[in-house]
């Protein structure tokens, strides 16, 4: 019974700590500030039960980061399952979702580079979602060499590049979404599912 009361104080804990984090990241005008120490006290817990969960400050990032993921999957299960959608644009709608989670979590991402974790590469979710967008570019007809565009893609909608854009260029992210559209078309040249091109 202690060790089940243990688990479930350390499972709350978790939790405190990853939507205090996701709170501070979010609010932040300088996410490269927000510190361990004003984690734990959002939290309520102490720096050391931090330390022992996550290991350090580019741990606890990429846990936060990992726990935002689950609405980007279920977009990504959606884009999938819709099978009136045209190959075109269910790529389309696979970037478009990847790029709303990235302008609605740039401060956090921009801590993440920060902390060290600035190659998206390394991430342990990168490979998941370049296999789910080749697949999908596989499938689209006139498409070759479908493993480099969806790299080169990914590459377009970074979150450095995102956060350039929106926070020291000024751009909306409706005309951000809007130009990724064009990029798409442009990539893949004339629209051969015969509907208008970011249709």
Known sequence: MAQRTERADALRNREAVLAAADALFAASSSPHSVSMDEIAAAAGVGKGTLFRRFGDRAGLIGAVIASRLEPLRQAVREAQDAADRAPRQ???????????????????MSAAEDAGLSSPYRAGHYGWWHETLRTALEQVPGVRAADFTAHALLAAIRADLVAHLIDERNMTPEALRSSLAAHVDNVLGADSDGGPPGA
């Open 90 to 108: 269910r790529v389309l709608d696979l970037l478009d979702a990847s790029l709303r989670f990235k302008i609605e979590n740039r401060n956090l």
